[in-house]
């Protein structure tokens, strides 16, 4: 089955930095695009970062542009997002996300507080 690990997530201080990584396990890592989301309290989840199969190609939310970084290694069947500059705004829980066996997946998403 397919199955997607958020990891990295935690509690930072604004202009402060995280690594988020989710593990993809269940299809074919290799050929499938994968998204990373957000949802901070109170309301709806919001597209972040998107990465094609091989990595060429990538697309971000006007809101992170230039300060998150999605990247992937294939061979570790892992999708990265780096953060950086966080600010209060940034809180949310994060997910990945991906198309496989005929519909979509999320993971069970990991949480990033931004505070001093």
């Known amino acids: 089955q397919v199955q997607l690990v958020e990891s990295g997530g935690g509690l930072v201080q604004p202009g402060g930095s995280l690594r988020l990584s989710c593990a993809a396990s269940?299809?074919?890592?290799?050929?499938?695009s994968m998204w990373w989301y957000r949802q901070g309290l109170g309301k709806e989840r919001e597209f972040v970062a998107?990465?094609?199969?091989?990595?060429?190609?990538?697309f971000y939310a006007d809101s992170v542009k230039g300060r998150f970084t999605i990247s992937r290694d294939n061979a570790k069947n892992t999708v990265y997002l780096q953060m950086n500059s966080l600010n209060p705004e940034d809180t949310a829980v994060y997910y990945c996300?991906?198309?496989?066996?005929?519909?979509?997946?999320w993971g069970q998403g990991t949480q990033v507080t931004v505070s001093s």
């Open positions: 996300n991906t198309y496989a066996q005929g519909r979509g997946h």
């Open positions: 269940g299809f074919t890592f290799s050929s499938a």
């Open positions: 998107f990465i094609s199969s091989t990595g060429g190609s990538t």
